[in-house]
């Protein structure tokens, strides 16, 4: 490996100020990923983990639901799952070449902006950042890691807190995710959701997701779409729950992609002294953007 890999842990390296889970990428193609050639049609889903890119994901794929499956039919590929319709970028690991599929492309990342291939920066494409309040986030992690093979499972949720304030998690810090994407806004095209508005508008959200991407839907194609993208629908839905992961890699018993699908949920796990502390650094980290974000309605999934 290059001099500039530092081995964080046993489950992840660093890599140009990112942390990857070992196994699930290389530096080399990490690199290569600068030259990738970006389409205009293009797509790109880009999060911090935990933040409803599934959700996000299952929604742009219903947007394209048909030309996406139709062009990859003729280039003699057949998607079964949103993971074969759109894709992680970095992670590549027994899919056949990006470059090789046919428009529209659609791919999901949790990479920062100078990761991703340059064409995105000169504004090619189109990406779609979704963001989520950084204690529920917190709170959604910490139960992932327990269910993600890849990750390490944390001790408590203290121990998990300390590691994801200090970026010592997969994807690193929230903070500078969220800072870096919102800073560098003006290189990319670019729209920015969050994972609560969504929660709390379902309908406008999908409405603003057809408008950003071009797609004329009509209104009862739309609230398909909203009904497919509903908690309840996803989570019965084999295309979209990634219960299609190997045993291994998701551990079923220790949860699942789809857990509560709610704001607020934080409430649940932090204790008072823990909320204090971890808004202290949010003051200090978030200092000059102007970012706001729901951390309090408790809406149950419909
Ligand atoms: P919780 O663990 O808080 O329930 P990601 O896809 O980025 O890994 O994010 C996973 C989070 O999105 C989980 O949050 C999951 O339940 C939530 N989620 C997935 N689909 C959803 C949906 N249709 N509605 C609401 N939340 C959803």
Same mark, same amino acid.
């Given at each position: 490996m290059a001099s500039s890999v530092e081995i964080v842990s046993p489950y992840l390296f660093r890599y140009k100020g990112y942390n990857f889970a070992h196994g699930e990428t290389t530096p080399e193609y990490i690199d290569s990923l600068q030259d990738f050639e970006i389409r205009d049609s293009d797509v790109f889903l880009v999060t911090?983990?935990?933040?409803?890119t599934v959700w996000t994901q299952q929604i742009i794929t219903l947007l394209y639901e048909g030309e996406v499956e139709e062009v990859a039919h003729r280039a003699g590929l057949t998607y079964s799952n949103n993971l074969e319709r759109m894709p992680w970028l970095e992670y590549r690991e027994?899919?056949?070449?990006?470059?090789?599929?046919?428009?529209?492309r659609l791919f999901c990342s949790h990479l920062t902006p100078t990761l991703l291939p340059r064409g995105l920066r000169e504004g090619k494409g189109k990406v779609v950042y979704v963001m989520r309040n950084p204690k529920d986030v917190a709170v959604s992690y910490y139960h992932f890691s327990q269910a993600w093979s890849k990750l390490e499972t944390p001790h408590s949720f203290q121990d998990f807190l300390d590691k994801y304030l200090e970026g010592?998690?997969?994807?690193?810090s929230w903070f500078d995710h969220v800072r870096a994407w919102y800073s560098s806004r003006g290189l990319f095209h670019i729209l920015f959701l969050t994972y609560e508005e969504m929660v709390q508008d379902l309908h406008g959200a999908v409405q603003k997701l057809c408008s950003f991407l071009g797609r004329q839907l009509d209104s009862a194609s739309l609230d398909r779409v909203v009904d497919r993208a509903t908690f309840c629908n996803m989570k019965a839905d084999p295309r979209a729950?990634?219960?299609? @992961?190997?045993a291994d890699l998701l551990l079923r018993e220790h949860g699942h992609? @789809?857990?509560?699908?709610?704001?607020?949920?934080w409430k649940n796990s932090f204790t008072v002294a823990q909320s204090e502390s971890f808004d202290s650094v949010f003051q200090e980290r978030m200092r000059g953007l102007p970012l706001e974000f729901i951390w309090d309605i408790n809406k149950q999934p419909e």
């Amino acid at each position: 490996m290059a001099s500039s890999v530092e081995i964080v842990s046993p489950y992840l390296f660093r890599y140009k100020g990112y942390n990857f889970a070992h196994g699930e990428t290389t530096p080399e193609y990490i690199d290569s990923l600068q030259d990738f050639e970006i389409r205009d049609s293009d797509v790109f889903l880009v999060t911090y983990p935990k933040s409803g890119t599934v959700w996000t994901q299952q929604i742009i794929t219903l947007l394209y639901e048909g030309e996406v499956e139709e062009v990859a039919h003729r280039a003699g590929l057949t998607y079964s799952n949103n993971l074969e319709r759109m894709p992680w970028l970095e992670y590549r690991e027994g899919r056949s070449d990006y470059s090789l599929r046919p428009s529209p492309r659609l791919f999901c990342s949790h990479l920062t902006p100078t990761l991703l291939p340059r064409g995105l920066r000169e504004g090619k494409g189109k990406v779609v950042y979704v963001m989520r309040n950084p204690k529920d986030v917190a709170v959604s992690y910490y139960h992932f890691s327990q269910a993600w093979s890849k990750l390490e499972t944390p001790h408590s949720f203290q121990d998990f807190l300390d590691k994801y304030l200090e970026g010592k998690v997969g994807g690193s810090s929230w903070f500078d995710h969220v800072r870096a994407w919102y800073s560098s806004r003006g290189l990319f095209h670019i729209l920015f959701l969050t994972y609560e508005e969504m929660v709390q508008d379902l309908h406008g959200a999908v409405q603003k997701l057809c408008s950003f991407l071009g797609r004329q839907l009509d209104s009862a194609s739309l609230d398909r779409v909203v009904d497919r993208a509903t908690f309840c629908n996803m989570k019965a839905d084999p295309r979209a729950n990634y219960e299609f @992961l190997p045993a291994d890699l998701l551990l079923r018993e220790h949860g699942h992609f @789809l857990r509560k699908g709610t704001t607020g949920d934080w409430k649940n796990s932090f204790t008072v002294a823990q909320s204090e502390s971890f808004d202290s650094v949010f003051q200090e980290r978030m200092r000059g953007l102007p970012l706001e974000f729901i951390w309090d309605i408790n809406k149950q999934p419909e």
